[in-house]
């Protein structure tokens, strides 16, 4: 069982980011020193007077890390979206529709984490996996066990995982089988209270590195009544809320059959959207959803792999965007497949060609094709990284001081690298390079809050 590790006192090297949407900045050979709150305290230049003074100072007090040439530290990658408790189950079952894939796969797995060996094992693999792939900041969804659930924010905790975790609750008898849904929305609502006062009174959790989430699985798994609840929770507490929104066909027409309004219309009756919701899929939102999204602050977390399988659908992302609604990346394991945000970014920008291109040559091409519906490779750095932070509220995903140094060191120099980096690549190639070649294996080092917690 590893410790917590300790926080790293500054890195020298050179990094890339996105500050803001399609713009992308390399910081050449610079360093970055680190507070002991694992924020950026400042940045500078290496060989500038106070870059030098910060090396001399660090190198003598062994605290400094200093990067090779040829390697880029990236910020950390920030997942929205993550079944933690599907793990086992990923590329299983895909080729079922959404509501079978829940019903005959989804729900057994879920059901076994009453088991608290069996969800231990389970979550200590994820997060180790996760942390692998660069993943510093993950949205999880967990099951409807309170014990097993509170284990998950044990082991972010322990891991040094930046962690929004949410108990799910699911009371409604029609649609959540017998074996696996909550006993009523009184004991969905008593849960979630619980699960949040445990996070909140965590040992070691006191700067809230770990937060609660309320989580209504979505409008169909839950009564009316307890969608209520949970929206005067989410005000009373100011907590963060997740759920899942017009994912698919069946979804999106079965909320508007049984509310009478749209999916995103029926959460803002019940009182779920807020600047802390962060809704997973959205594909089927429609022009006044998008309204009551921006109007309340509500994310969205764009999971393209996942719905490949399970959406009928790919999302208006750049339309999403021009009009200023918050959009990260979510993997939505185990409906999408893989672990990798990074993947993720490339998904999001294939699945925004698709829906430029059009998909089906029967069709004439100026009406097979959606215009100005792609995305550039920028812009798909910048979901999986800054855009993740807007939308969670948290000061992650960019290099500037203030914000917590979370960070990857990606290193093309490994056994098994398909990435390949010139010592006279620009930027920009050096990003299309990493978005489209690199892996887990180029994954070298990863840090949250300044702590180094995983290396390769
Ligand atoms: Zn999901």
């Given at each position: 069982m590893p410790a917590t590790p300790t926080i790293t006192g500054a890195v020298l090297g050179t990094a890339l980011h996105a500050p803001s949407r399609g713009r992308l900045e390399l910081l050449a050979d610079s360093v970055f020193a680190i507070g002991a709150d694992g924020a950026i305290e400042s940045i500078h230049g290496g060989a500038s007077p106070e870059g030098a003074a910060l090396v001399a100072r660090h190198r003598a007090a062994r605290t400094l890390r200093e990067l090779e040439a040829g390697q880029y530290l990236l910020p950390g990658l920030i997942d929205?979206?993550?079944?933690?408790?599907q793990w086992p189950q990923r590329g299983l079952a895909l080729d079922h529709p959404l509501e079978v894939w829940l019903q005959q796969y989804t729900f057994p797995l879920e059901s076994r984490y009453a088991d608290l060996a069996f969800a231990n094992s389970v979550y200590e693999d994820l997060v180790d996996n996760l942390l692998a792939n660069g993943t510093t900041t993950a949205l999880y969804y967990a099951s409807i066990h309170l014990p097993a659930t509170q284990r998950l924010a044990d082991i972010c905790l322990r891991r040094s995982q930046r962690a929004l975790i949410g108990r799910v609750a699911m009371d409604h008898p029609d649609q959540c089988p017998a074996y696996y849904r909550d006993a009523s929305a009184a004991a969905a609502e008593a849960d979630t209270r619980t699960f949040i006062e445990y996070v909140e009174a965590l040992p070691g959790n006191a700067r809230g590195f770990i937060k609660p989430v309320i989580t209504p699985r979505f409008i169909p798994s839950c009564t009316d009544e307890l969608l209520y609840r949970l929206g005067a929770l989410a005000r009373a507490t100011g907590c963060h809320v997740q759920t899942h929104c017009s994912e698919s066909d069946w979804a999106h027409g079965f909320v508007h059959s049984r509310c009478g309004v749209s999916d995103t219309a029926a959460l803002n009756r019940f009182g779920?959207?807020?600047?802390n919701t962060i809704l997973a899929h959205?594909?089927?939102?429609?022009d006044d959803d998008i309204g009551l999204l921006v109007a309340s602050g509500t994310g969205i977390a764009h999971c393209p792999l996942s719905n490949f399988y399970f959406s009928d659908a790919v999302l208006p992302l750049r339309s999403l965007l021009d009009r200023n609604v918050h959009v990260g990346l979510g993997t939505d394991i185990a409906g999408g497949a893989s672990p990798s945000i990074l993947d993720n970014a490339r998904h999001a920008i294939l699945s925004s060609r698709a829906l430029e291109s059009g998909v089906d040559p029967r069709q004439d091409r100026a009406t097979r094709r959606r215009e100005s519906a792609r995305i550039d490779v920028p812009t798909a750095f910048w979901l999986a990284t800054a855009a993740g932070g807007i939308a969670l509220d948290l000061p992650v995903g960019v290099f500037k001081?203030?914000?917590?140094?979370d960070a990857l060191l990606i290193d093309p120099e490994v056994p098994g690298s398909n990435l390949r980096l010139a010592a006279d690549d620009p930027p920009h190639d050096v990003l299309q390079k990493i978005i489209y070649g690199a892996s887990?294996?180029?994954?070298r080092e990863v840090w949250v809050a300044g702590r180094s917690v995983h290396t390769a």
């Open positions: 929205l979206h993550v079944h933690a408790p779920l959207l807020s600047r959205g594909n089927f939102i429609g001081p203030g914000f917590q140094f887990r294996v180029n994954v």
